[in-house]
Protein backbone atom coordinates (compact mmCIF):
# COMPACT_ATOMS: atom_id res chain seq x y z
CA UNK A 1 0.00 0.00 0.00
CA UNK A 2 1.09 3.30 -0.60
CA UNK A 3 2.71 5.15 2.48
CA UNK A 4 4.05 8.65 2.75
CA UNK A 5 6.26 9.36 5.87
CA UNK A 6 6.97 12.86 7.00
CA UNK A 7 9.69 13.72 9.80
CA UNK A 8 11.99 16.54 10.49
CA UNK A 9 9.84 18.57 12.65
CA UNK A 10 10.14 19.84 16.24
CA UNK A 11 10.55 23.30 18.05
CA UNK A 12 12.95 25.85 17.17
CA UNK A 13 13.35 29.26 17.81
CA UNK A 14 12.29 32.09 15.51
CA UNK A 15 14.73 32.57 12.84
CA UNK A 16 15.95 29.04 12.72
CA UNK A 17 15.67 26.41 10.46
CA UNK A 18 14.11 22.62 9.99
CA UNK A 19 14.42 20.43 7.21
CA UNK A 20 11.35 17.99 6.70
CA UNK A 21 11.75 14.77 4.83
CA UNK A 22 9.05 12.47 3.44
CA UNK A 23 9.67 8.75 2.04
CA UNK A 24 7.22 7.69 -0.10
CA UNK A 25 6.72 3.59 -0.84
CA UNK A 26 3.99 1.74 -2.68
CA UNK A 27 3.72 4.04 -6.06
CA UNK A 28 6.47 5.30 -8.40
CA UNK A 29 7.91 8.24 -7.02
CA UNK A 30 9.20 9.42 -10.01
CA UNK A 31 5.89 9.48 -11.66
CA UNK A 32 4.22 11.91 -8.85
CA UNK A 33 4.44 15.93 -8.43
CA UNK A 34 4.81 16.28 -4.35
CA UNK A 35 3.59 18.90 -3.00
CA UNK A 36 3.50 20.49 1.14
CA UNK A 37 0.76 21.57 2.76
CA UNK A 38 0.19 22.94 6.55
CA UNK A 39 -2.49 23.16 8.77
CA UNK A 40 -2.41 25.54 11.97
CA UNK A 41 -5.18 24.83 14.67
CA UNK A 42 -8.61 26.71 13.85
CA UNK A 43 -7.27 27.57 9.84
CA UNK A 44 -7.64 25.57 6.72
CA UNK A 45 -5.46 23.13 5.57
CA UNK A 46 -2.87 25.63 2.77
CA UNK A 47 -0.83 25.29 0.21
CA UNK A 48 3.12 25.72 1.08
CA UNK A 49 4.95 24.04 -1.87
CA UNK A 50 5.11 22.37 -4.90
CA UNK A 51 7.40 19.95 -7.48
CA UNK A 52 7.10 18.53 -10.05
CA UNK A 53 7.68 14.74 -10.52
CA UNK A 54 10.64 15.76 -12.70
CA UNK A 55 11.68 18.22 -10.49
CA UNK A 56 12.03 20.85 -13.22
CA UNK A 57 9.63 23.07 -11.71
CA UNK A 58 8.63 24.83 -8.09
CA UNK A 59 5.71 26.70 -6.82
CA UNK A 60 5.45 28.35 -3.56
CA UNK A 61 3.09 29.89 -1.50
CA UNK A 62 3.94 33.98 -0.96
CA UNK A 63 4.46 33.04 2.76
CA UNK A 64 6.85 30.93 2.97
CA UNK A 65 8.57 32.27 -0.73
CA UNK A 66 12.15 32.95 -0.30
CA UNK A 67 12.99 31.38 2.94
CA UNK A 68 11.52 27.80 2.30
CA UNK A 69 13.19 25.32 -0.55
CA UNK A 70 10.79 22.21 -1.87
CA UNK A 71 13.34 19.39 -3.28
CA UNK A 72 13.35 15.85 -4.57
CA UNK A 73 15.58 13.12 -4.70
CA UNK A 74 13.75 10.35 -7.06
CA UNK A 75 16.63 7.94 -6.41
CA UNK A 76 15.54 7.96 -2.75
CA UNK A 77 11.50 8.29 -3.53
CA UNK A 78 11.67 10.93 -0.59
CA UNK A 79 10.78 14.16 -1.17
CA UNK A 80 12.70 17.44 1.16
CA UNK A 81 10.98 21.04 2.65
CA UNK A 82 14.18 23.21 3.51
CA UNK A 83 12.66 25.57 5.81
CA UNK A 84 14.92 28.64 6.76
CA UNK A 85 14.18 32.00 8.44
CA UNK A 86 11.30 30.48 10.24
CA UNK A 87 8.56 32.40 11.71
CA UNK A 88 6.03 32.07 14.61
CA UNK A 89 3.12 32.31 11.78
CA UNK A 90 5.41 29.05 10.28
CA UNK A 91 3.72 27.26 13.10
CA UNK A 92 1.67 24.19 11.64
CA UNK A 93 0.95 20.21 11.64
CA UNK A 94 2.93 19.47 8.31
CA UNK A 95 1.48 17.09 5.54
CA UNK A 96 3.47 16.10 2.26
CA UNK A 97 1.25 15.01 -0.52
CA UNK A 98 1.43 13.11 -4.10
CA UNK A 99 -0.56 15.02 -7.04
CA UNK A 100 -1.80 12.99 -9.85
CA UNK A 101 0.76 11.14 -12.08
CA UNK A 102 2.79 13.07 -14.53
CA UNK A 103 0.78 15.82 -14.48
CA UNK A 104 1.59 19.06 -13.06
CA UNK A 105 2.69 20.11 -9.44
CA UNK A 106 -0.76 21.79 -8.28
CA UNK A 107 -1.88 24.48 -5.01
CA UNK A 108 -5.16 22.70 -4.60
CA UNK A 109 -5.13 19.97 -1.75
CA UNK A 110 -8.04 18.65 -3.36
CA UNK A 111 -5.50 17.38 -6.54
CA UNK A 112 -3.32 15.35 -4.15
CA UNK A 113 -4.32 11.60 -3.56
CA UNK A 114 -1.97 10.33 -0.80
CA UNK A 115 -1.20 12.24 2.20
CA UNK A 116 1.14 11.70 5.09
CA UNK A 117 0.13 11.76 8.90
CA UNK A 118 2.05 15.00 9.21
CA UNK A 119 4.57 16.28 11.57
CA UNK A 120 4.34 19.16 13.70
CA UNK A 121 6.45 22.56 13.63
CA UNK A 122 6.06 24.94 16.34
CA UNK A 123 8.26 27.96 16.10
CA UNK A 124 9.15 29.89 19.47
CA UNK A 125 8.92 33.90 19.79
Known amino acids: QVQLVESGGGLVQAGGSLRLSCAAS????????MGWFRQAPGKEREFVAA????????TYADSVKGRFTISRDNAKNTAYLQMNGLKPEDTAVYYC??????????????????WGQGTQVTVSS
Open 51 to 58: ISWSAGTT
Open 26 to 33: GLIFSSRP
Open 97 to 114: ATDRPWGPAGRDYHEYDY
